[in-house]
């Protein structure tokens, strides 16, 4: 089953409905939710992680600069409203002199937030997948 009918069955079931995506699969759904929404994220990648989270790495331009980010949390499934719970927020690659700011660290949140994704707890370290 080609992953966009497989995205397209699951929207449509009733509660308690149940399906598997790889990772291939969430990456490529992904890129094109933030293409759809024009959010300006480049490299999308998910990673399932062992502890039951997962990972979203890619790069977003802050200050005319590429910067790597990923964005660790959990899908909640509740309420009727499907929402990516983000738990941390990592940059690395941050432009010289930037190495906390919080105007480059809002920045980033804002580009997460736009896309519905939410920051409890940013940092800027160098962000490594969880998998790989």
Sequence with gaps: MR???????????????????????????????????DVPIKDLQIYF???????????????????????????DVSGGQNRIVVDELKAGN???????????RSSIATTFATSRWGSRSPRASPPTACTR
């Design 3 to 37: 992953s966009s009918s497989k995205w397209d069955t699951f929207k449509a079931a009733g509660p308690g409905a149940s399906v598997q995506f790889s990772e291939a699969e969430v990456t490529s759904r992904g890129v094109a939710y933030v293409e759809e929404r």
């Design 49 to 75: 992680c062992p502890d039951g989270t997962a990972e979203a790495k890619g790069k977003v331009n802050v200050l005319g600069r590429d910067v790597s980010v990923l964005a660790r949390g959990t899908l």
């Design 94 to 104: 941050l432009p010289p002199g930037s190495a906390q700011p919080s105007s480059t």
